[in-house]
């Protein structure tokens, strides 16, 4: 016998010999609480605008501190826009989505929250 099938017996055979408690597996449930998720798992979108001074900033800030994001320049895309508009009843820009809330403005205090961010 070859030594390679000689220790899969005896790894089968140590298996078997084992109390039948010992094979049941027991299943076992984890649950994710996504408040605490870290920031770059979180889904999030900026709408921003080329020339927009709290675009640049916010988008600095989400550099900083790791946030992957997607950039949505509504400048060159009109149902982009009329998408931020319907989701934030605002005509201004930066807008962040974070995992489906919407943020208007650069709210500090409120991106920290949602993105669970520690400062």
Not at 84 to 109: R, T
Request: hydrophobic share 35%; charged share 40%; proline share 3%.
């Amino acid at each position: 016998m070859s030594e390679n099938k000689a220790s899969q017996v005896k790894e089968d055979s140590l298996f078997t010999e084992l109390p039948k408690e010992a094979k049941v597996r027991k299943r076992m449930k984890f649950s994710f609480d996504s408040s605490s998720a870290k920031a770059s798992e979180r889904k999030v979108r900026l709408f921003l605008t080329p020339g927009c001074p709290y675009c640049f900033t916010l988008k600095e800030f989400l550099k900083e501190h790791n946030v992957e994001f997607e950039e949505v320049d509504i400048s060159k895309d009109e149902k982009a826009r009329d998408e931020m508009i319907e989701k934030s009843g605002k005509m201004e820009v930066p807008v962040i989505e974070i995992d489906g809330e919407i943020v208007a403005g650069f709210d500090k205090e409120k991106i920290v929250k949602l993105l669970n961010i520690k400062e």
